[in-house]
């Protein structure tokens, strides 16, 4: 096909695209500044619920528009109560603090207050702590073989 006769078209396309993007932006700053009035939760799911409410046709914007719209999307981010996207990093043990505190774990513990413990710590605290564990046992491994090696010569 001839290159000028798609411009039209992708120019008309574009100015679809364009329409429907400042729709999408205006009913969310829209629902965002309302929600934010209202002192509720400002998220992406709420966003695209109270859009639904105040859109005259009813339909409102998708929460996945917000992530496509980045104007819109940095307006909500401004706004937003929800918890930050950024994953908490675990504070990481030295080596040597946590050595004491697996030489003072008893075989004779009560394993229900261990469990409930555990169920307390956040995803990435139970992996920091496995990892950790993991490390410990494997220093202990080598050191163990190293004095069986020492006894045997």
Not at 29 to 37: E, N, V
Not at 59 to 64: L, R, Y
Not at 77 to 91: E, G, I, L, V
Not at 99 to 116: H, L
């Amino acid at each position: 096909m001839n290159r000028e006769s798609d411009s039209p078209t992708i120019d008309w396309l574009h100015d679809v695209y364009e329409k429907k993007k400042r729709r999408a932006f205006e009913l969310g700053k829209q629902a965002t500044d309302l929600l934010a009035s209202e002192s509720k939760r400002v998220s992406h799911r709420a966003v695209a619920q109270k859009s639904k409410e105040i859109d005259p046709d009813g339909i409102g914007i998708h929460a996945n528009t917000i992530l496509s719209n980045k104007e819109l999307h940095e307006y909500i981010s401004q706004h937003s109560t929800s918890k930050s996207s950024k994953a908490r990093k675990a504070p990481r043990m030295p080596q040597e603090e946590l050595s004491n505190i697996f030489k003072q774990v008893k075989e004779d513990r009560d394993i229900e207050r261990v469990r409930r413990r555990y169920m307390k710590l956040s995803k990435s605290e139970l992996v920091e702590l496995l990892i950790q564990s993991e490390q410990y046992i494997a220093q202990n491994n080598k050191l163990w073989l190293k004095e069986e090696f020492e006894k045997h010569q």
